[in-house]
T-cell receptor, first 112, second 114 residues
Framework: GQQVMQIPQYQHVQEGEDFTTYCNSSTTLSNIQWYKQRPGGHPVFLIQLVKSGEVKKQKRLTFQFGEAKKNSSLHITATQTTDVGTYFCAGPSFSGTYKYIFGTGTRLKVLA | KAGVTQTPRYLIKTRGQQVTLSCSPISGHRSVSWYQQTPGQGLQFLFEYFSETQRNKGNFPGRFSGRQFSNSRSEMNVSTLELGDSALYLC?????????????FGPGTRLTVT
């Protein structure tokens, strides 16, 4: 079935190091959204990418949508303790039937 | 404007009982989705409603059902509760998932089945 895998599943970094999570879908996504969930909280929308090959930046965060619209990445430069949480990618797929799919998530821990 | 609200926030039920959870979306949002979140399985999509119609359904047994009212408020029902149903149930509202609008999540309902 349609699925979206994220790697790595967990990542521990020292504060100041960079971090990247990758999102890979088995089907083409019409757009991709990224969410962040802090420990004990609920997912919060970060950004949406729509165009093939699109790159967007939010301060220290860089988001990229693959050319085939089946993969995406989130890169954080110089992590801070406030970056702790789980990062999810998600998006609608129209392959066959309409499905909205959430990725498996990457849990980031930042060590001070 | 007010965010997504979910009631109750916490619930303890016994195996075999049924439960109804409620979600009030952001004003103007017609799409409401439900998710189950557990430590082991992550964020699992249950179903999405748009203008009172179920548009999309995840891979959950028929014990999980939902509905949406004309004011876009939604309820989720789980019958014959099992221990494995213990989870955080999240509701999210959107102007429209299929058309690429982002989702706004509520704080969730923490369900414990004993």
């Amino acid at each position: 079935g349609q699925q979206v895998m994220q790697i790595p599943q967990y990542q521990h970094v020292q504060e100041g190091e960079d971090f990247t999570t990758y999102c890979n879908s088995s089907t083409t996504l019409s757009n991709i959204q990224w969410y962040k969930q802090r420990p004990g909280g609920h997912p919060v929308f970060l950004i949406q990418l729509v165009k093939s090959g699109e790159v967007k930046k939010q301060k220290r965060l860089t988001f990229q949508f693959g050319e085939a619209k089946k993969n995406s990445s989130l890169h954080i430069t110089a992590t801070q303790t406030t970056d702790v949480g789980t990062y999810f990618c998600a998006g609608p797929s129209f392959s066959g039937t309409y499905k909205y799919i959430f990725g498996t998530g990457t849990r980031l821990k930042v060590l001070a | 404007k007010a965010g997504v609200t979910q009631t109750p926030r916490y619930l303890i039920k016994t195996r075999g009982q049924q439960v109804t959870l409620s979600c009030s979306p952001i004003s103007g949002h017609r799409s409401v989705s439900w998710y189950q979140q557990t430590p082991g399985q992550g964020l699992q999509f249950l179903f999405e409603y748009f203008s009172e119609t179920q548009r999309n359904k995840g891979n959950f047994p028929g014990r999980f059902s939902g509905r949406q009212f004309s004011n876009s408020r939604s309820e989720m029902n789980v019958s014959t509760l099992e221990l494995g149903d213990s989870a955080l149930y999240l509701c999210a509202s959107s102007l429209g998932l299929a058309t690429g609008y982002e989702q706004y999540f509520g704080p969730g309902t923490r369900l414990t089945v004993t």
